[in-house]
């Protein structure tokens, strides 16, 4: 059984790992790596600053969309649940669009302060007294990310056109090179927090099967569940406030490693921790090389591998329920 356990662990580590150090190396322009380790120009600035920055943006947001996808599919029960279901990506879009559109500079923190207060707005409608229903979190969710495209359709509607470009940029998501101190404090808060989420692996298994069940094995299910709903909302939110709104990472990579792995969220969230990194470093990868020198939007990617997946997710289980 430990076994079982742990070796599709090491093999999603090793991927990771080979795509992390594999992915700098691929581009536009040729370098050599020997070259670049002695600081040899150009071949050490494309390396150290241009890929390498980009590369570890991809890995961490990767990582954090997909566990968050698992996490909400988990509390919410539903297959079709990722990391904008709850409206968070929704608000952090906001946030950004408000920035460009009044010409704040701190993009960032506004996108931040947008996921916070959908944040806010969603709990406090789920709330039902002491308890959190999954239910209507699910549904709050699904209104706020309504309202939040509307509203960012009436700032588009009013910007400029250098602003409506920026804007519209922001919207298909993508991923650039950045400061070495933003990754810093940004692996400083996702991966505790990914681990926080794994340490409690036990409990997401007892409450995907149900509250009542999770309940009369003792878990405090409005606890958890509010501890998810954070975790998750914090993991997007400071994802989409560096990269914008990219989607479908954490629809395919937890189903397909639950085809192949099972539901046992003690494999599930750390393989898909790590392979979610890998699968969004490839996308970003190929985003800047199939037709280079232009650049695909990462999340137009993701969206195209997505949509199809999507799509034969809905047709299964709609034939699950005729059967």
């Given amino acids: 059984m430990f076994r079982a356990h742990v070796w599709p662990i090491l093999i999603a580590v090793a991927v990771c790992a080979a795509t992390g150090l594999i992915a700098p190396l691929i581009g536009s322009t040729h370098i050599e790596l020997r070259r670049a380790m002695n600081h040899v120009t150009p071949d050490y600035e494309i390396l150290f600053f241009a890929r390498l920055p980009r590369v570890l943006l991809a890995l961490i947001g990767g990582a954090a969309l997909s566990v968050t996808g698992v996490l909400f599919q988990c509390m919410l029960r539903d297959p079709l649940a990722e990391p904008y279901t709850l409206g968070v990506s929704s608000g952090a879009s906001v946030g950004a669009v408000l920035g460009i559109c009044f010409g704040f500079r701190a993009t960032g923190l506004l996108s931040l302060a947008g996921a916070g207060g959908v944040l806010l707005i969603v709990l406090a409608i789920a709330m039902e007294g002491r308890r959190l229903s999954s239910f209507t979190l699910m549904l709050a969710g699904v209104t706020m990310n309504s309202i939040s495209f509307a509203v960012i359709l009436f700032l588009h509607n009013l910007a400029n056109f250098s602003q409506s470009f920026a804007i519209s940029r922001w919207l298909m998501g993508g991923l650039e090179a950045v400061e070495y101190s933003t990754l810093a404090w940004l692996a400083a808060v996702v991966l505790p927090v990914c681990a926080l989420v794994m340490w409690r692996a036990r409990e997401w298994n007892l409450l995907a099967i149900g509250d009542d069940w999770a309940a009369s094995r003792g878990v405090s299910t409005t606890a958890l569940t509010t501890f998810g709903y954070f975790a998750g909302s914090i993991l997007t939110g400071l994802v989409t406030s560096q990269t914008g709104p990219i989607g479908f990472v954490g629809l395919i990579v937890p189903h397909a490693l639950r085809l192949k792995l099972g539901a046992d969220?003690?494999?599930?969230?750390?393989?898909?921790?790590?392979?979610?990194?890998?699968?969004?470093?490839?996308?970003?990868?190929?985003?800047r090389t199939v037709i280079a020198p232009t650049e695909i939007p990462a999340g137009v990617l993701t969206a195209l591998a997505g949509g199809p997946f999507f799509i034969w997710l809905l047709r299964s289980r709609r034939r699950s329920l005729w059967l």
């Fill in 265 to 287: 969220h003690r494999v599930l969230l750390p393989c898909s921790f790590f392979v979610g990194a890998a699968f969004l470093c490839i996308c970003d990868t190929l985003s």
